[in-house]
């Protein structure tokens, strides 16, 4: 069944302890980049996006090394300049074909425990589009995370409001590819855990993002904050 992959979930956190989970998107493009991250030997959740050639045998080696897996879901973007890729949901989509596309993205990721958006600035903020699609979601037993890409993002209040597993995103790692912006943007991180408990972070498979996650994780280990999985904060955000 969809949605039960099983997980070598890190340990669970002791009570009011800190928890942040890390999202890599867009995993798909490369083997290689992948591997930067696999390597940190740390609790991460994978993103792929469907229909690349290497999105199923990166699905499959970040399974294999007991991380968890995410469908990173193309949806159409505020600007048109932006193209989101194959397999994307756009905003007017017949319920057919959005119902049809969901699915076939879906089946063709078994490893896949949840959803995350791929851009989606515009779709995100559409009714029905994105609560049709939630709906899809929920049903094929997955959870869904907002990547927020829009301040008009919907995603999360409707995903609540029909009772699926959800999150969303606090921070963005790395806008910049520069190891100290990417440091900093960890410090705010950790700064968002300890006030409420657990932050999310959504990063993408750049060689400083990899570097400065590495450089960064002893110093959760030291203050007694746990990385986790992306479903071990589900309802949460």
């Known amino acids: 069944m969809l ?6 979930e ?11 989970a890390l999202i890599v998107d867009d995993i798909g493009y490369s083997r290689r980049r ?6 940190l030997e740390l609790p991460l959740t994978f993103a792929v996006l469907p229909r690349l ?20 879901q193309p949806m159409q973007p505020m600007q048109p300049r932006f193209d989101p890729g194959p397999g994307a949901l756009y905003v007017g989509d ?18 896949a425990a949840g959803v995350n958006n791929h851009m989606g600035s515009l779709f995100t903020g559409s009714q029905p589009e994105i609560r049709q699609a ?6 094929q037993g997955l959870f869904f995370i907002d990547s927020l890409t829009s301040h008009r993002s919907q995603a999360y209040q ?4 029909i009772g699926m597993p959800c999150s969303r995103r606090n921070v963005f790692l790395d806008n910049r590819a520069e190891v100290p912006y990417i440091q900093a943007q960890l410090e705010r991180l950790t700064a968002v855990a300890r006030r409420g408990g657990t932050a999310l972070a959504i990063g993408h498979p750049h060689r400083e993002t990899a570097e400065a996650i590495g450089r960064f994780a002893p110093r959760w280990k030291r203050q007694g904050i746990r990385l986790v999985h992306a479903s071990n904060l589900l309802g949460e955000a």
Do not use: K, M, Y
């Open 3 to 8: 949605g039960l992959w099983p997980l070598r």
């Open 53 to 72: 050639a290497h999105s199923g045998p990166c699905a499959a080696a970040v399974a294999r090394a007991g991380h968890q897996v995410l469908l990173h």
């Open 134 to 139: 939630l709906e899809v979601i929920r049903d």
């Open 158 to 161: 409707t995903a609540c409001g």
């Open 34 to 39: 992948l591997e930067r991250f696999l390597r």
């Open 10 to 20: 890190a340990p669970a956190a002791s009570p009011g302890a800190a928890r942040i």
């Open 94 to 111: 017949a319920p057919e074909r959005l119902d049809r596309v969901l699915r076939n993205n879906i089946d063709s990721l078994p490893q």
